[in-house]
């Protein structure tokens, strides 16, 4: 099935070099020569150093006699502070290459560093589209969750503590020289962390799938992306040192993040985005939550694709109606989510009923995300999803 595709045009960004593999972080030093670094700052978060998974990196910077800097001023959903930081200490420390190890966060701090290492000035500067003129500094990405799929994104997100609401830089020069996705920097994440990473992953593939701005190449990445985080994250979830579970999830975040890469999001990042700001809340919890619900009011904008979906998820839709078959997809993500023990009801997470009005107004700032998202919303539609989910 390919819907109309030959009336549109294709555009499919990607990073310049994708390494996917167990222990592959040990061809860290490598990757920086070719691209041209000599001096690395690593860009990474306080939680990554403890967990000593920069340790791998580490050691093949020295044995590869690269020099190194680590930064590990990250913060979660992180403030353009962190970035502005990050970027006056790669000009102080001389270096000529940025190396972003970490969840998400440290990605796209790590992307916005390199973008003010060649552009000045401070990152919400240039919030909004195809604002930077200068290609950025080097830069590699290595996950260590496997979720954000940031490390093959053209996007990063990061907080405006002074308007208290996310804001986004895309650019293709965000896009990174080389990507090494190593699922054994993954083993040690404890199961809520797996699954709400792998539940992020799972809404990028859904919501790049349903997209207007689906592609004949987003839906390979997403269809193979569903398959797989389906299959596998209960395991990853259930035995983290499981190193195939982890291998497969690894390889899902990153398909997703290629497909929505280039497919975009939908409702779903629009309305979590605001519990994520309001209650400092995951990013991948606050999809997860409001996944389904977004999902059961979407159905009607494109049934096909959710009865797809059910498939994807194992679903057999033989002889139910198409609506019916749409329904399961709503139906098998709810399973997945009892499996992982996520709650997909804002009440169980403690948050008043009387905050619902201020999240609408949170949600209403997200309506660039509507666009794409296949069936309209109003401010009425947005308040009902957000009740349905309380
Ligand atoms: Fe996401």
């Not at 290492?117 to 919400?124: D, S, V, W």
């Not at 979720?147 to 490390?151: A, D, P």
């Given at each position: 099935m390919s819907e109309n595709y030959q009336s549109k045009t294709h555009v499919f960004y990607s990073p310049t070099k994708i390494i996917v593999g167990v222990n592959t972080a040990s061809q860290v030093a490598q990757e920086v020569r070719q691209f041209g670094g000599h001096r690395v700052l690593i860009v990474t978060d306080p939680g990554v150093v403890a967990a000593d998974l920069i340790a791998p990196v580490e050691s093949s910077l020295k044995a590869g006699n690269v020099a190194y800097v680590i930064y590990d001023g990250v913060e979660p959903e992180p403030p353009s502070r962190v970035i502005d930081r990050g970027a006056e200490m790669f000009q102080a420390e001389g270096c000529d290459l940025v190396l972003g190890v970490g969840g998400g966060s440290s990605l796209d701090v790590a992307k916005g560093i390199s973008l003010l290492?060649?552009?000045?000035?401070?990152?919400?500067d240039y919030c909004g589209v195809d604002r930077l003129p200068k290609n950025g500094a080097p830069m590699i990405l290595m996950p260590t969750t496997a979720?954000?799929?940031?490390?093959v994104t053209r996007v990063l997100v990061l907080t405006d503590e002074e308007q208290n609401t996310k804001n986004v830089v895309?650019?293709?020069?965000?896009?990174?020289?080389?990507?090494?996705?190593?699922?054994?920097?993954?083993?040690?994440?404890?199961?809520?962390?797996t699954a709400d990473t792998g539940m992020d992953a799972m809404v990028h593939a859904i919501e790049t799938y349903v997209s207007m701005n689906a592609t004949e190449f987003s839906d390979i990445l997403a269809e193979r992306a569903m398959e797989l985080i389906a299959d596998y994250l209960p395991t990853a979830w259930a035995k983290g040192s499981n190193t195939d579970a982890r291998y497969h999830m690894s390889l899902a975040a990153t398909l997703a993040g290629m497909a929505f890469g280039s497919g975009g999001l939908g409702a779903v990042h629009a309305l979590a985005y605001p519990l994520g700001t309001e209650y400092h809340m995951t990013h991948g919890r606050t999809n997860a939550i409001m996944l389904p619900h977004v999902m059961r009011y979407n159905i009607p904008g494109s049934p096909e694709r959710y009865a797809r979906i059910a498939e994807f998820m194992g679903k057999d839709t033989e002889g139910y109606s198409l609506m019916e078959a749409a329904e399961m997809a709503v139906e098998a993500i709810r399973e997945l989510l009892d499996t992982i023990e996520v709650s997909c009801q804002m009440q169980d997470y403690g948050i008043p009923e009387d905050d619902l009005p201020a999240l609408v107004d949170g949600g209403m700032k997200q309506a660039r995300l509507f666009v794409p998202n296949p069936r309209d919303?109003?401010?009425?539609?947005?308040?009902?999803?957000?009740?349905?989910?309380?």
């Open positions: 290492a060649t552009n000045k000035g401070k990152i919400l979720g954000t799929g940031s490390e895309f650019t293709p020069y965000a896009l990174a020289n080389a990507a090494i996705v190593d699922p054994l920097l993954t083993l040690s994440m404890p199961p809520s962390v919303l109003t401010r009425e539609d947005v308040d009902s999803i957000y009740r349905e989910a309380y």
